[in-house]
């Protein structure tokens, strides 16, 4: 079943809906493939991201609207934050590594 789906919902364009973390998370994601630091395979990549991303606390904001206590520009380029990003993709590399799906 797919909510988004749901006769209730279908007028509402949920992809607005953005997880804050997702561009910190895949921008280290994307520095490990290009250094050659983390298998490329979309099993590992996928799983490296996913894990990463849980391992964070929740974060949200609507695509073009801002949100009241953080705009997504000084989320996105706080240097706390991006540490955490960063921390959070090692670790799950880490996992990823010792059981690849691929
Ligand atoms: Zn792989």
Redesign the pocket.
Known sequence: MDPVNLPALTRYDFSRVRNMWEPLVLEVVAGLIQRWE????????LDVTALALSSLPAKYWVLDKYDVLTTPDSFLTDANNKRLAEESVLRALRL?EKN???
Not at 38 to 45: A, H, K, Y
């Open positions: 983390m298998c490329d395979c979309q099993d590992c990549v990823v690849p799906h691929h």
